[in-house]
C-alpha cells in the first residue's frame, strides 16, 4: 500500500491511501517527510519511495501546465 503525505500537523504526517481514505501516522514512526512525498511499507516499516514521489510531482507539474496553456 502506498501512502501520500497530504500534510504534516501536530506531529502526524497525515496521509492519503490508495483507497482515498486517510491516515494519520506519527512522525516519531517514519523517516523524515515532506507534503507530496509517497511511503510505502518495506520488511515492516515505511520507506519514502522517491521515484513514486518524483513521478507523483512532474505529474502535478504537467496538469498545472496544462492549465495554462
Do not use: H
Request: net charge negative.
Amino acid at each position: 500500500m502506498k501512502y501520500t503525505v497530504d500534510r504534516i500537523e501536530s506531529g502526524y504526517a497525515v496521509c492519503e491511501l490508495e483507497n482515498g481514505s486517510f491516515s494519520d501516522i506519527p512522525l516519531n514512526e517514519i523517516p523524515p517527510v515532506k507534503e507530496g512525498d509517497v511511503l510505502v511499507e518495506v520488511n515492516g516499516r515505511l520507506v519514502v519511495d522517491e521515484k513514486a514521489a518524483e513521478e507523483r510531482r512532474k505529474k502535478i507539474i504537467a496538469l498545472q501546465n496544462d492549465l495554462w496553456e
